[in-house]
């Protein structure tokens, strides 16, 4: 669906502050168009407990079982052993050993069935709480949380993708949101691209450029004014913030120690890399560990990569919770599925999303706790089944925003998660 | 009466209740002892097909050695542990257990004089233990990545160890020192898209001559998530650590498990893979192999029997594959 909001409605102006507070308004209430703008005393406290979210994509497909749902002595088990956590009754697998450290900062949903085995659809289920249907595209969950979360005080965009590569750029994952939305990717963790003043250009050059495009802008905007030229405008004005705010994204401002104790991987980097884009008030960020599509020799993989993400993620994890930004900031560890029980003859593992977990913590989330079981040897859910838009309905609720509310597009009411699910009211705090 | 390779066929098949991953023969020949995904370590009577279960580790066991008299065995789990057992108990129960390693202890070995055993792990440590009463001797500090294979030298003086990364280390026993290393790095990849290491040194063996190392494993290794791979063999001259020959085949995805040398003087690698498992035979001075014999399922693990001529194969379908390197209508005389 096109995003059109027209010219004259106040919809473009809507911010975070008509998604909060609406958790008590009932299912129906349309988005748009509310007239009491917080005072100066609270967007500053707004600014300083804004929500924020971090979300670990564990691409490929993260096996339940060498993480978060570990059946060791099983069939289907493996060599992994299960080892305590930090707290009591927990246990999840010996590749995690540090993030079973912090594991009181987190929550499970281990009763996960999306019923699909694709890497696309996948992606597409857990990262928009809907299951894909032809002809419509919902936005991504960073998109609605920017959409939601963002304070009119932040220049700097609330949706970012940390990549393992690529050169970076804007995304189109926003949909019907419009571009302002979409995420900027930070190609392996650099800045975005071209956010440096060539050096052909004269500091005064490019200021003349700027005010002569503000002055046209301003003219065409006051006849034609449509989401199209407003996310022109925004964009611009965007890339002016990137290239003032640049040393946002310049890890190398971390001291060494920090740097250290994150390793010198580069997933570690990332997550350091989170860290300050969310204390630099970003409202979204995604990074991505790859690669978990292990069906080749799953185990030496699991062991290689998960060793690369335990000890720098739970440092994260660690370092939020000292500095008082966990209460503020949701953490999600997510997949686009699982993988088999049934080891197959390569050691590896394949497609499934019939029984897996997700884990997740920090702002809303009841810590330590754990929603739905799978069976003995993890083939099946036994107990507490739950689907993509359950978990989607659940990241909204925890961060304050009502799923229940609808975005109002070109007159048309969509709401922000798929209105067939409900929150996991058991892994709420 | 030599070898055959040529005539190579399965003879008879044994089978356990859960797949199978790595098998050896015990010195004697009467056994042969094969590890599995259910943590058991069977042994199989050859002569008569009767099985014991030794149970004691707690994950899945993939070294298997033997001290030098064959009365005891040594085995090394995922599960940090080293066990020794009693090798012809009728209910056998660990006599000695060590925790050796962090993590996976993915090769054994025992010195020539059967004093010495030497474990190596994904902690990227190699250690040697006193094989009389498991004390540790030393540690063998230098390997980048995980431990993939251990071997002595007949002299017993020096082992050589390899890893994921493809470097093949020569150490000084006595001295617990790194004498020199082996450029093996053919048998590693690194894929930048999925961002993993994968190959590494699966397997060592050492000419009778002892003049030409062999190291075994995989390349062409596109699609390491997705078993995209070919079996290779390096044969390296011992001296001058040159690679002499690369010994490849056509037609076959896999990796080699193990290779040995045999008696006769060929070497023979066990290949499990998406094209299935596989014996494969290759001559020295040719780069292809002279024979290879598709096997029922894809393998894990081989071994020779001390007669020359009994190869065992493990496989996923929880079935050993005993086959012969001799003529069938040698094979139903006996």
């Known amino acids: 669906m096109k995003?059109?909001?027209?010219?004259?409605?106040?919809?473009?102006?809507?911010?975070?502050?008509?998604?909060?507070?609406?958790?008590?308004?009932?299912?129906?209430?349309?988005?748009?168009?509310?007239?009491?703008?917080?005072?100066?005393?609270?967007?500053?406290?707004?600014?300083?407990?804004?929500?924020?979210?971090?979300?670990?994509?564990?691409?490929?497909?993260?096996?339940?079982?060498?993480?978060?749902?570990?059946?060791?002595?099983?069939?289907?088990?493996?060599?992994?052993?299960?080892?305590?956590?930090?707290?009591?009754?927990?246990?999840?697998?010996?590749?995690?050993?540090?993030?079973?450290?912090?594991?009181?900062?987190?929550?499970?949903?281990?009763?996960i069935n999306t019923r699909n085995g694709d890497?696309?659809?996948?992606?597409?289920?857990?990262?928009?709480?809907?299951?894909?249907?032809?002809?419509?595209?919902?936005?991504?969950?960073?998109?609605?949380?920017?959409?939601?979360?963002?304070?009119d005080s932040l220049t700097l965009p609330g949706h970012i993708k940390v990549t393992s590569g690529g050169s970076g750029g804007r995304n189109n994952d926003a949909a019907y949101l419009g571009p302002k939305y979409a995420s900027i990717s930070l190609g392996g963790g650099k800045p975005p691209a071209y956010t440096e003043r060539p050096k052909d250009v004269t500091e005064a050059a490019a200021k003349n450029q700027n005010q002569f495009r503000k002055q046209?802008?301003?003219?065409?905007?006051?006849?034609?004014?449509?989401?199209?030229?407003?996310?022109?405008?925004?964009?611009?004005?965007?890339?002016?913030?990137?290239m003032r705010q640049r040393d946002v994204f310049d890890l190398s401002k971390e001291s060494d120690k920090d740097r250290e104790r994150y390793g010198k991987t580069q997933f570690g980097e990332h997550c350091l890399l989170a860290r300050r884009l969310v204390e630099k008030g970003i409202t979204y960020v995604q990074v991505t560990h790859s690669n978990y599509d292990t069906h080749n020799e799953n185990f030496s993989f699991h062991f290689e990569q998960l060793g690369e993400f335990d000890a720098p993620f739970a440092t994260l994890v660690a370092d939020l919770a000292a500095r008082g930004l966990l209460e503020h900031t949701l953490i999600v560890v997510l997949s686009e599925f699982g993988r088999t029980p049934r080891i197959n003859k390569y050691y590896g593992r394949d497609h499934w999303g019939n029984a897996w977990s997700v884990c997740m913590g920090g702002a809303g989330i009841a810590r330590g706790a754990v929603h739905g079981a799978t069976n003995k040897n993890g083939t099946a859910v036994s107990d507490g089944q739950v689907d993509a838009g359950h978990l989607f309905h659940t990241y909204l609720r925890a961060l304050g925003l009502n799923p229940r509310r609808n975005f109002k597009i070109g007159g048309q009411k969509i709401p922000l998660a798929d209105p067939a699910f409900e929150p996991i009211k058991e892994l709420l705090a | 009466?030599?070898?055959?390779?040529?005539?190579?066929?399965?003879?008879?098949?044994?089978?356990?209740?859960?797949?199978?991953?790595?098998?050896?023969?015990?010195?004697?020949?009467?056994?042969?002892?094969?590890?599995?995904?259910?943590?058991?370590?069977?042994?199989?009577?050859?002569?008569?097909?009767?099985?014991?279960?030794?149970?004691?580790?707690?994950?899945?066991?993939?070294?298997?050695?033997?001290?030098?008299?064959?009365?005891?065995?040594?085995?090394?789990?995922?599960?940090?542990?080293?066990?020794?057992?009693?090798?012809?108990?009728?209910?056998?129960?660990?006599?000695?257990?060590?925790?050796?390693?962090?993590?996976?202890?993915?090769?054994?070995?025992?010195?020539?004089?059967?004093?010495?055993?030497?474990?190596?792990?994904?902690?990227?440590?190699?250690?040697?233990?006193?094989?009389?009463?498991?004390?540790?001797?030393?540690?063998?500090?230098?390997?980048?990545?995980?431990?993939?294979?251990?071997?002595?030298?007949?002299?017993?003086?020096?082992?050589?160890?390899?890893?994921?990364?493809?470097?093949?280390?020569?150490?000084?026993?006595?001295?617990?020192?790194?004498?020199?290393?082996?450029?093996a790095k053919d048998l590693h990849t690194y894929n930048s898209g999925q961002r993993v290491h994968f190959g590494g040194v699966r397997s060592l063996a050492l000419t009778a001559d002892r003049k030409q190392l062999i190291a075994g494993g995989l390349y062409k290794g596109t699609n390491p998530l997705g078993a995209v791979h070919e079996p290779i063999i390096l044969r390296f001259e011992w001296d001058s650590q040159k690679v002499l020959k690369k010994h490849i085949t056509t037609g076959v995805k896999g990796v080699i498990w193990r290779n040995v040398i045999h008696p006769d003087g060929f070497v023979m690698g066990c290949s499990g893979g998406s094209s299935g498992g596989y014996l494969i035979f290759w001559k020295a001075g040719e780069d292809k192999a002279f024979h290879k014999f598709k096997m029922q399922d894809t393998a894990r693990g081989m071994d020779l029997h001390p007669d020359g001529i009994q190869v065992a194969a493990t496989h996923w379908n929880r079935k050993v594959s005993l086959c012969r390197l001799e003529e069938k209508s040698n094979s139903k005389k006996k």
């Not at chain 1, 978060?68 to 299960?82: A, C, E, L, Q, V």
């Not at chain 1, 595209?137 to 949380?145: K, N, Q, R, S, Y």
């Not at chain 2, 540690?139 to 390899?162: Q, R, T, W």
């Not at chain 2, 150490?171 to 004498?179: N, P, R, S, T």
């Open chain 1, 3 to 111: 995003c059109d909001y027209a010219c004259g409605s106040e919809d473009h102006l809507i911010a975070r502050r008509q998604f909060l507070g609406g958790v008590a308004t009932g299912a129906g209430a349309v988005l748009g168009g509310l007239g009491a703008f917080a005072t100066p005393e609270a967007v500053a406290k707004m600014t300083k407990d804004q929500k924020r979210v971090i979300v670990v994509r564990m691409a490929g497909g993260l096996s339940q079982l060498e993480s978060w749902d570990p059946k060791p002595g099983t069939d289907t088990g493996g060599p992994f052993r299960s080892i305590p956590t930090s707290v009591p009754g927990i246990r999840i697998s010996e590749l995690l050993p540090h993030t079973a450290k912090v594991m009181h900062h987190l929550a499970l949903a281990r009763g």
């Open chain 1, 119 to 151: 890497h696309g659809k996948g992606t597409y289920m857990m990262l928009t709480g809907r299951h894909r249907t032809p002809g419509q595209t919902h936005p991504e969950l960073g998109a609605v949380v920017a959409r939601g979360l963002d304070n």
């Open chain 1, 216 to 242: 046209a802008n301003d003219r065409f905007a006051q006849r034609r004014r449509t989401a199209e030229t407003d996310a022109y405008v925004q964009s611009f004005e965007q890339a002016q913030e990137l």
């Open chain 2, 1 to 183: 009466m030599a070898a055959d390779a040529k005539q190579v066929h399965l003879a008879k098949s044994l089978t356990h209740t859960a797949p199978l991953i790595n098998c050896r023969f015990d010195p004697s020949g009467q056994y042969l002892f094969a590890t599995a995904e259910d943590r058991a370590i069977i042994r199989w009577k050859l002569a008569d097909g009767s099985k014991v279960i030794f149970k004691g580790h707690d994950s899945w066991v993939r070294g298997l050695a033997f001290s030098k008299d064959g009365k005891t065995l040594v085995t090394s789990g995922f599960d940090d542990t080293l066990i020794w057992w009693p090798m012809a108990a009728d209910k056998p129960e660990p006599i000695r257990k060590a925790t050796a390693h962090k993590g996976w202890i993915r090769a054994i070995a025992v010195s020539p004089d059967g004093a010495l055993l030497a474990s190596g792990g994904n902690d990227r440590v190699v250690k040697i233990w006193n094989m009389a009463d498991g004390k540790p001797v030393a540690e063998l500090i230098g390997h980048e990545l995980d431990v993939y294979s251990v071997m002595f030298h007949p002299d017993g003086k020096h082992l050589l160890s390899g890893d994921l990364m493809g470097q093949i280390r020569q150490w000084d026993v006595a001295g617990a020192k790194e004498v020199r290393k082996f450029d």
